[in-house]
């Protein structure tokens, strides 16, 4: 039960982790204008994200531009594009597999089966989150590298968005539902390893006495 418990706690944390980390694959603000020097007062704020740039403008007015050239942005952007959108393929992975694996559900077949499955199901949610981790420590070096560069404007220095902070979030919960789905499944297969050598034995010897006993009764 308390197997089961846990690997349901671990399916609630890698729901929040999908989520997160489609949510940050898509909101524009992975960095905004920084608020410093003469920017402090300004009538608009600008984000920039991985697929399109928005302004929003303090009437309440926003427009978004779509980031349509692949090869024009920087090698950061694009790698951010690529191992996000990986880190969301096999988060949703992940779900489908340890739902048929969980000791909670009915699906998946043997007890074996169900364990095989529940550790490929955790792999798949610590790549994800290994895959959600790399862009957003890549892109928050970078936005933090140019804030401190003393040759950059302050027009142009930015600081990390929302999303940055919702894929931080995200890969952590997909690391600990990863990490709680394959040592559960360990624990288990460990277990099975361990204790049926010791039953074959019983039968045998029992059989042996038995007809012994009553080989006697017939003399």
């Not at 892109?139 to 302050?154: A, C, G, K």
């Amino acid at each position: 039960m308390a197997s089961a418990s846990l690997q349901f706690f671990a399916f609630i944390l890698a729901l929040f982790g999908v989520f997160g980390d489609i949510t940050a694959t898509l909101l524009p603000n992975w960095k905004v204008n920084a608020d410093v020097g003469s920017n402090i007062i300004t009538a608009i704020t600008q984000m920039q994200g991985l697929w399109m740039d928005c302004t929003w403008y303090s009437t309440g007015m926003f427009s978004c531009t779509l980031k349509y050239s692949v090869l024009s942005l920087p090698i950061y952007i694009q790698t951010a594009r690529t191992t996000m959108v990986l880190s969301c393929i096999l988060s949703a992975f992940g779900i489908c597999i340890t739902t048929v694996g969980m000791k909670c559900t009915k699906l998946g077949g043997d007890t074996d089966s169900k364990s095989h499955a529940c550790f490929a199901g955790g792999v798949c949610f610590i790549l994800a989150g290994i895959f959600g981790l790399v862009p957003t420590s890549w892109y928050t070096r970078e936005i933090i590298s140019n804030f401190l560069d003393q040759n950059t404007p302050e027009s142009s220095k930015h600081e990390p968005g929302g999303a940055v902070y919702t894929g931080f979030i995200s890969a952590g919960f997909l690391l600990i539902a990863g990490v709680i789905f394959c040592t559960s499944c360990f624990k288990k297969q460990q277990g099975a390893w361990i204790y049926p050598s010791k039953q074959h034995h019983f039968p045998s010897t029992e059989q042996e006495s038995n007809a012994g006993y009553n080989l006697q009764d017939y003399v």
